[in-house]
């Protein structure tokens, strides 16, 4: 098993004044042969059937393999550790994942018998949801109630509004539309999807996406922009829409832009949702509908994203 808190951090021992910085982020498998039992655990247990594992494996196998999103996630937490010292916070950062090591469950332990006290918790995904943010939380905190409730952990719940991420967003999308010209080109905001009865709970997901949308938007002075949704299961129940495919069709149908730019403000990380759900799946629609297509860079651990979310841990850890 990794020790996640030497595999981020080259600090020894941890005094009485530092803190540490729970990082979270969605997991991916170690190789194709974890496909399975990543799989498994995203369903909660319940094995996929044959059928669909093979069509999981194909998506990675179509990215060239495993996707680099785990490697990126320790990337960005040496970065951020090294930018909170810098701030005079010191922070021993640790990570944890939802559904592949080293889980939220570890990386809280691992806290717990490091000895740290006081310690913050963002997850990498920047916009609140009961069922994605909320559940990383709840696993945190049902870890740390058992093994180590001496431990103080607070949360940076939704960081979607922070003027440093939406900014380099606005400047991506700005730099990606490039030669198009203005009047030919839609600006797509995406986000993964959820069940629609997330709305029954007054969930302000779709909320703060729209926020997100409109101020990346005013940042890039794209004249033209829409939000659609990505990466819906098959669940058998209805899932928050339009979907970016549906979306894509509306547009080559309207005959009013003949270039699309897809912007995923959900995530900040290159996988599998990104590199096929975007790069492959999107990019085939846009060609089969006569559309031009284009996809801003990832932040993934560049310096606009460790800032970021290091001033919303600095934040948190100062607040009273």
Not at 31 to 40: H, K, Q
Not at 77 to 102: D, I, S, T
Not at 222 to 236: C, E, N, R, V, Y
Request: hydrophobic residues 45%; contains cysteine; glycine residues 8%.
């Amino acid at each position: 098993m990794t020790d996640v808190g030497s595999a981020v951090s080259a600090v020894g021992g941890i005094d009485e004044e530092t803190w540490g910085v729970l990082l979270m982020a969605y997991g991916t498998p170690g190789s194709l042969d974890d496909v399975e039992a990543y799989y498994t655990h995203i369903r909660r247990g319940r094995a996929p059937s044959p059928e669909q594992l093979a069509a999981l494996i194909g998506r990675y196998e179509a990215v060239g393999g495993v996707t680099p999103l785990r490697e990126i996630t320790f990337e960005q937490a040496r970065k951020v550790e090294a930018r909170l010292r810098a701030a005079g916070m010191p922070a021993r950062v640790f990570v944890g994942m939802k559904h592949w090591h080293p889980y939220v469950a570890e990386a809280v332990r691992e806290m717990g018998a490091a000895g740290v006290r006081q310690a913050v918790g963002l997850v990498l995904a920047p916009h609140y949801s009961r069922m994605s943010a909320g559940q990383y939380i709840e696993y945190a905190e049902k870890e740390r109630e058992q093994s180590c409730p001496e431990l103080s952990l607070r949360y940076v719940e939704r960081w979607g509004a922070n003027p440093v991420y939406t900014a380099e967003l606005g400047r991506r999308v700005a730099a990606a539309l490039g030669e198009w010209e203005p009047e030919t080109a839609e600006v797509v905001f995406t986000a993964h999807s959820l069940p629609v009865r997330i709305r029954s709970w007054g969930d302000p997901y779709e909320r703060e996406l729209a926020e997100t949308a409109g101020l990346v938007a005013a940042a890039s002075g794209a004249p033209h922009w829409s939000f659609a949704f990505q990466s819906a299961s098959a669940t058998g129940e209805p899932w928050l829409g339009p979907d970016l495919l549906e979306r894509l069709s509306l547009i080559a149908r309207a005959g009013e832009r003949r270039n699309v730019l897809v912007c995923p403000i959900g995530f900040v990380a290159d996988h599998l949702e990104v590199l096929y759900d975007l790069d492959i799946e999107a990019a085939t629609r846009c060609r089969e509908l006569g559309l031009g297509f284009r996809r801003t860079p990832m932040l993934n651990a560049d310096a606009p994203l460790v800032e970021a979310v290091s001033r919303e841990i600095l934040a948190v850890s100062r607040a009273k």
